[in-house]
């Protein structure tokens, strides 16, 4: 069993996710069984939520796909966009975003106004995310969570790892570090803890993108290759499919990839509805959850296998010495 991160694809392979399944046509997306052609999908809205300065408006399974230069803006509501699978980025209150580049491999946004919120639980080699605000450039080709704020211009990283360039200076942040941008490039450690309403519905998001991906990993059994964005019918969203093993956010919820469903619980799957049960397990067991602590070490074998125990059903689960961000094999 392999442990810790994933190496990933190769940059060849990630290219091919540009023409996975589907090609994307008009201004809109009705509902498929999977994704992975270009980023801007417009997963999910809240509230008042304009594109080009139009409501955003789901009608049935009817997704809007954001085009090159399109901009997205949120007015007392918030909203959801993928961008290469495995990355979410997510809206605040009065915010806007500028779509620069749809590339699935190297998607470029700049931050108009207001705040995003961005959860990678991968980023294959070769790929990246590129965040640009009125000063500065931040790259991401690295897992975590991140936080960008216009006014005034500010990162966080509360996990993984970012580029800034600025000016004439550069500057590599680190987790539990922030940056002022329109300033001397400086990393000082931030409190954490110090969490707004917008970091609260990225989490409350993540959770249930994690219970669509437990849900749904049934009807992805027999699907192998790249990661990819499944659709889950009963909550109508998409949601990440990693392409092997299972990966644990940085919020602490599980990921699995179809054949790791089957791997650790076996054939008696049964997944609908936004919840699944495994034999005897109940939903809330089937889908474990740790603090989100947990992303910088506690061992996901030990976190899955108590879920396990406390239900009554029991299971290999991951190496209990495997870190718990990043991918965990088999």
């Not at 699978?85 to 500028?98: D, H, I, K, W, Y």
């Not at 947990?294 to 991951?318: D, K, L, M, N, Y």
Request: aromatic share 8%.
């Amino acid at each position: 069993m392999s442990c810790g991160w994933s190496k990933a694809m190769s940059t060849r392979n990630a290219a091919l996710a540009a023409i996975l399944i589907l090609t994307l046509t008009g201004a809109g997306l009705y509902g498929q069984n999977v994704i992975s052609t270009q980023a801007g999908l417009i997963n999910h809205t809240e509230g008042a939520v304009f594109l080009n300065d139009k409501p955003v408006a789901r009608s049935g399974i009817r997704f809007e796909q954001m085009r090159n230069m399109d901009r997205l803006r949120t007015g007392a509501g918030r909203a959801e966009v993928l961008l290469n699978p495995g990355t979410f980025l997510r809206l605040g209150q009065n915010s806007s975003v500028e779509l620069l580049s749809s590339r699935i491999t190297a998607p470029e946004l700049r931050l108009l106004e207001g705040t995003a919120v961005m959860e990678a639980l991968e980023i294959p080699k070769g790929s990246k995310v590129t965040l640009l605000t009125e000063s500065a450039t931040i790259t991401v080709a690295k897992r975590g969570l991140y936080r960008l704020d216009h006014s005034p211009a500010r990162l966080r990283v509360f996990d993984g790892q970012a580029e800034v360039a600025a000016g004439e200076g550069k500057l590599t942040v680190k987790r539990s570090r922030e940056v002022l941008l329109e300033q001397q490039l400086v990393a000082v450690k931030f409190n954490r803890k110090l969490t707004d309403k917008l970091d609260h519905w990225s989490r409350v998001r993540a959770e249930i993108l994690a219970r669509a991906n437990l849900a749904g990993a049934q009807s992805y059994r027999n699907r192998s290759g790249l990661s990819f964005w499944g659709w889950d019918p009963e909550l109508g969203v998409y949601t990440f499919f990693p392409r092997s093993g299972l990966y644990i956010s940085p919020y602490g919820f599980y990921f699995y990839s179809p054949g790791a469903v089957y791997y650790y619980y076996g054939p008696d799957t049964q997944a609908g509805g936004g919840s699944a049960s495994y034999g005897s397990a109940s939903s809330s067991a089937a889908q474990p959850s740790v603090s989100p602590g947990a992303w910088s070490g506690q061992s996901a074998g030990a976190a899955a296998g108590a879920s396990a125990r406390e239900s009554g059903v029991s299971h290999t689960g991951p190496s209990s010495n495997s870190r718990s961000s990043g991918r965990i094999g088999p």
